[in-house]
């Protein structure tokens, strides 16, 4: 069976730090991958997604930036972190798009 | 006009009730629907997908209005453990081939 895992579950980071999140896929492969925010109180934003290595789709022009190096992982990044960067940010998966979509178990970030 | 609507309640109910919720999308090209159960600061979770024909699962009922843009859910014989918060998902290919979520409707189910 296919399973998704991301981590750290929490981080809290200063303004102006970077950040690196990692999330893996096992199970399938060339899955549909994506990287979304919940902000306290809103709704899923997503923020890039990725139907293969190397290719990487933007959906919201912020100081975030997305890699996928394997075929199975995807990081989210910043070089320099901003109070409004806090929420939960979530890894998902799905065989294609318009399929089913799975979630990681999330990573809480604080910004401070 | 938002992509997703739904409203965030909280909808609070006692145990056994039956209790329902709409949501509403604006894309009438979309093609798949669904609903995701969130616990409080878990991730979302896929509770049911919804068919043109409408699904049952167990206590749960998905229905897709298709010329009103509407999926709703009905809860029978609500249980404590119902209580999260419930996501409508719509898929529109013509939106970066994603997934829209609706903000979410909260249940809490009282003993």
């Known amino acids: 069976s296919q399973t998704i895992h991301q981590w750290p579950a929490t981080l809290v980071q200063p303004v102006g730090s970077p950040l690196s999140l990692e999330c893996t896929v096992e199970?399938?492969?060339?899955?549909?991958l994506y990287w979304y925010r919940q902000a306290a109180g809103r709704g899923l934003q997503l923020l890039f997604y990725?139907?293969?290595?190397?290719?990487i789709s933007s959906e919201v022009p912020q100081n975030l930036s997305a890699s996928r190096p394997q075929d199975r992982q995807f990081i989210l990044s910043s070089k320099k972190l901003l109070l409004s960067d806090s929420g939960f940010y979530l890894c998902?998966?799905?065989?294609?798009?318009?399929?089913?979509?799975?979630f990681g178990e999330g990573s809480w970030l604080t910004v401070v | 006009r938002k992509e997703v609507e739904q409203d965030p309640g909280p909808f609070n109910v006692p145990e056994g009730a039956t209790v329902a919720f709409n949501c509403t999308y604006s894309?009438?090209?979309?093609?798949?629907f669904f609903w995701y159960r969130q616990d409080c600061r878990k991730e979302p979770k896929l509770l049911m997908s919804?068919?043109?024909s409408g699904n049952e699962d167990g206590r749960f009922t998905a229905q897709l209005n298709r010329a009103s843009q509407y999926i709703s859910l009905l809860i029978r014989d609500s249980k404590l453990s119902d209580s999260a918060t419930y996501l409508c998902?719509?898929?529109?290919?013509?939106?970066?081939?994603?997934?829209?979520f609706g903000p979410g409707t909260r249940l809490s189910v009282l003993p």
């Open positions: 998902a998966w799905s065989h294609a798009p318009g399929n089913t979509i799975y």
């Open positions: 199970g399938t492969s060339n899955p549909n």
């Open positions: 990725s139907v293969g290595i190397g290719q």
């Open positions: 894309n009438s090209a979309s093609q798949s």
């Open positions: 919804v068919y043109s």
């Open positions: 998902v719509v898929n529109m290919f013509n939106y970066g081939q994603n997934f829209v």
